[in-house]
């Protein structure tokens, strides 16, 4: 088997269900937005809706021309899907390269007689494969799809301008492999670029647009597709991925295997590392830092269109009818709250996971089985992983309600107290405690079932992000922890479903331990 063939059987599972859900929602929406704005008054009621600061740094400036549903469906997901489809190659990247040197993966495949071109090679081979890939899903799929205005040039530039976002990103985090020696450090580093690329050109497309043009994001807005002015020159600037496949060929190929040129601990400390607490914490806080980072820029952007919701709203039949006579404002809100706590527990599920990285790499075993005053059970390690994804998640969506009030502390006439944002962190963080428990649920059962946990999140997104637009079933809401609570801030705490929902992700995790503790390490 060649090493290209290895790396592409240990992601394809992970980039199977990455592609049903970015490539799903990306097909998805164009049906949804032809029939909720079938009428030309409909269309001028939301480009009106996102004629203004707060959207434009949201989604980007208003293409030039008649706002119909393939241009409103280009307009408003390329950026948002740009983001994803740069965290997934981010992950895939990471994983095939730092974090397998990290294991001692690659250091194996070395001694086959491997050569190092061909390890960064077939590297960087599975990365613009896998977005050629997207780019052929998303075309064809489109193609299928009877909504008038998608035509195959506007296609073609959604799905490229996607694939050669994300790839991008891959090659990046292939470079800064190469520049860094902690597989956390690479992940962190470049989720910061991803983010701050984001906000840069959120900030400058409301000053003044020229500014935008560093950002790879102001490339996809200019691409404008589907409309009277769409262009593929604005593809061209994607072209330095070409400059970062050399670097990440020359820096592999002319450094030492495990080093990094970079070491951010020139002078490193003996450290005494006395419990597996401590040691999970040093292994998970780069990734854990990085996200709350992250999500404190995510609840500024957010907080920052509270001031223009009312006038959002006021200029939109169908999100009013949504409401159905509610508070506006408070109902988009409360939306955001959702979305927040969901963004949140993407790192809570990523460091709990990672107590399935130590049991396959063998060290949990190793110290299961050392001297018994220094024995780390199986038992301790699983609650350990769990505290700290509900503490990581905890704090990260702490941070994000406080990026939102901050951001918004000074809007007039927002009836939104600090206590809200109180019991919006209480009451969501018993949604997330729910989750993680599913998590520990299925690692204890089977630890290759832990991947339908991300589907499970995927699937609580959707249905609470689109359900009150479209007029979802209620028994779909009723799979989701959220459906069960209070909607904060519209309506007041409900302590007793806090409690509830709480106890039982607590009590999945227990159901979870016991299983573990019957079953073989993998």
């Not at 962190?188 to 690329?197: E, H, I, Q, S």
Request: proline share 2%.
């Amino acid at each position: 088997m060649t090493y290209f063939r290895l790396i592409g059987r240990n992601v394809r599972f992970q980039v199977f269900l990455w592609l049903l859900i970015l490539c799903g929602i990306s097909l998805s929406i164009p049906s949804v937005f032809n029939t909720l704005y079938g009428t030309e008054e409909e269309r001028l009621g939301m480009k009106m809706t996102v004629d203004n600061p707060a959207m434009v740094a949201l989604i980007g400036p208003i293409p030039e021309g008649d706002y119909t549903s393939p241009v409103m469906f280009a307009h408003q997901m390329l950026l948002i899907m740009a983001i994803f489809h740069g965290l997934f190659n981010i992950l895939i990247a990471n994983g095939i390269g730092r974090k397998a040197e990290e294991e001692g993966l690659t250091e194996y495949i070395l001694t086959t007689g491997t050569k190092k071109s061909t390890i960064i090679s077939s590297q960087i081979m599975l990365g613009i494969i896998i977005n050629i890939l997207v780019c052929f899903i998303l075309v064809v799929g489109l193609q299928l799809i009877n909504v008038e205005g998608l035509s195959l040039p506007g296609n073609l530039y959604y799905a490229l301008g996607l694939s050669l976002f994300g790839l991008s990103f891959f090659v990046l985090t292939l470079s800064f492999g190469q520049l860094f020696q902690s597989a956390d450090l690479t992940f962190g580093l470049t989720l910061t670029v991803l983010l701050a690329l984001y906000l840069y050109r959120a900030m400058t497309d409301v000053v003044d647009t020229r500014f935008s043009v560093f950002s790879p994001y102001h490339w996809l807005s200019r691409i404008e597709a589907y409309g009277i002015e769409s262009s593929g020159l604005w593809l061209m600037p994607f072209s330095i991925v070409i400059l970062l496949v050399a670097l990440s060929y020359v820096l592999f190929y002319k450094r030492d295997l495990g080093s990094g040129y970079f070491n951010i601990d020139k002078k490193p400390k003996e450290r005494k590392i006395s419990s597996y607490f401590r040691l999970a914490f040093i292994n998970s806080k780069v990734l854990m830092m990085s996200w709350m980072v992250g999500l404190f820029i995510v609840g500024l952007s957010y907080g920052s269109i509270f001031g223009d919701l009312d006038q959002v709203i006021g200029q939109n039949d169908m999100l009013k009818a949504a409401f159905e006579g509610q508070d506006g404002t408070m109902f988009f809100i409360n939306l955001l709250f959702i979305i927040s706590a969901l963004i949140a527990t993407v790192p809570a599920l990523m460091v709990n996971g990672r107590f399935l990285i130590e049991e396959k790499s063998g060290r949990l075993e190793m110290m299961n089985a050392a001297t018994l005053n220094n024995r780390i059970s199986l038992t301790t390690a699983y609650l350990i992983h769990w505290f700290y994804a509900n503490l990581v998640g905890i704090l990260s969506y702490l941070l994000t309600l406080v990026g939102m009030y901050l951001a918004s502390i000074n809007v007039t006439g927002l009836e939104l107290t600090e206590v809200d944002y109180i019991k919006g962190l209480i009451n969501y963080s018993a949604a997330m405690v729910f989750i993680i428990g599913v998590s520990s649920l299925l690692i204890g059962i089977y630890a290759r079932l832990h991947i339908f946990v991300w589907i499970y999140l995927a699937y609580i997104f959707l249905v609470n992000y689109l359900g009150s637009l479209i007029d979802l079933n209620e028994n779909f809401l009723k799979l989701s922890p959220f459906y069960y609570l209070s909607d904060v801030p519209i309506e007041g705490l409900d302590e007793l479903a806090v409690v509830i929902v709480t106890s039982l992700g607590i009590v999945m995790m227990l159901i979870g331990l016991i299983c573990i503790r019957k079953r073989n390490l993998l």
